[in-house]
């Protein structure tokens, strides 16, 4: 009887501890997101939500069907996969190669270059897109620089339908690559010297001791990188918001921003918002499920 209400005090122990956290998550995650899914195939316009005087109700895919008719989503949507392609193939890939050139000794300055590479990360995204819009104007730095070379070249990085989200991709480069280099830089220095040691010894060259030793071992951190990556693409919007507000004619919106105008300019689509918000955490979700499949047929580890 006494062990009997020893199990129940704990149990009761354990549900006062939990309670917190577990109301804290559906008050902030939880019912925003069902709720966010059930206003996605609502007819809700504003006003009441909830009670007597609450003016929406269910229309099934309705406002689906139209965000997959309207060619500004897939404008956006492609926009999304670029950016999301670029920080796969390019910013991970660089900041890896930019960590192990410190971890390895193999240049001069390491402090220097580290602090260099990741300062921008700590910059405000606003000012960053500000600063980077002024270089790429038709008046800036870049026009200058690129008429030494050709004189009277016109600048249409900014303005060019096909060519305006070239100057966003490199900037995210610039901007982001830091905080890749400083994660493999970290998980790099977790790695045991003295096996690294013993393959020098053996007479393993780098790029030996890179696929035998380094790459198996940051496996899944660098699975941990594409997820990152995979969720910010699908997030980007300051960045973007403050250099180009998607233009020209929205060539270079993505997503956040194409779900940002529809709930907040001119009249206010709620619905059709939350069903572009709906499908950029599916989309997320099925990408990071396809990299964790990709990590287990690979045998990743930490």
């Known amino acids: 009887m006494r062990q009997l209400t020893g199990t129940l005090e704990r149990k009761q122990?354990?549900?006062?501890?939990?309670?917190?956290?577990?109301?804290?998550?559906?008050?902030?995650?939880?019912?925003?997101?069902?709720?966010?899914?059930?206003?996605?195939?609502?007819?809700?316009q504003g006003g009441a939500v909830f009670g007597e005087?609450?003016?929406?109700?269910?229309?099934?895919?309705?406002?689906?069907?139209?965000?997959?008719?309207?060619?500004?989503?897939?404008?956006?949507?492609?926009?999304?996969?670029?950016?999301m392609l670029m920080s796969l193939f390019i910013q991970i890939p660089l900041g890896f190669v930019l960590a192990y050139t410190i971890f390895r000794k193999l240049i001069v300055g390491r402090e220097f270059f580290q602090t260099v590479i990741y300062m921008p990360t700590i910059i405000s995204v606003i000012v960053v897109a500000i600063l980077w819009q002024s270089?790429?104007?038709?008046?800036?730095?870049?026009?200058?620089?690129?008429?030494?070379?050709?004189?009277?070249?016109?600048n249409k990085l900014v303005s060019h339908p096909?060519?305006?989200?070239?100057?966003?991709?490199?900037?995210m480069v610039w901007y982001y690559t830091g905080m890749y280099l400083i994660i493999f830089l970290a998980n790099l220095q977790k790695i045991d010297q003295q096996v690294i040691e013993s393959a020098q010894i053996d007479g393993a060259n780098e790029w030996q001791m890179l696929k035998a030793i380094i790459l198996p071992a940051l496996s899944g951190v660098i699975v941990t990188t594409a997820i990152l990556a995979i969720s910010g693409s699908l997030?980007?919007?300051?960045?973007?918001?403050?250099?180009?507000?998607?233009?020209?004619?929205?060539?270079?919106?993505?997503?956040?921003l194409y779900m940002y105008d529809n709930a907040f300019k001119g009249a206010p689509n709620f619905p059709?918002?939350?069903?572009?918000?709906?499908?950029?955490v599916t989309v997320s979700f099925v990408f990071i499920v396809i990299?964790?499949?990709?990590?287990?047929?690979f045998g990743g580890k930490e």
């Open 135 to 154: 270089i790429f104007s038709p008046y800036g730095p870049v026009t200058s620089f690129m008429r030494m070379f050709i004189p009277g070249w016109e």
């Open 272 to 280: 059709l918002a939350n069903a572009i918000s709906t499908f950029m």
């Open 291 to 297: 990299a964790k499949k990709i990590e287990k047929r």
């Open 13 to 44: 122990a354990y549900l006062l501890l939990v309670l917190p956290a577990v109301m804290i998550y559906f008050a902030v995650i939880a019912f925003p997101t069902i709720f966010s899914i059930v206003l996605s195939v609502s007819n809700y």
């Open 162 to 171: 096909q060519l305006a989200i070239v100057p966003v991709l490199f900037v």
């Open 235 to 256: 997030r980007s919007f300051g960045l973007i918001w403050a250099m180009t507000a998607g233009n020209p004619a929205r060539r270079t919106s993505v997503l956040a």
């Open 53 to 83: 005087k609450a003016n929406w109700s269910l229309v099934g895919f309705k406002h689906y069907l139209r965000m997959f008719k309207d060619q500004y989503f897939w404008i956006s949507f492609k926009n999304n996969i670029w950016i």
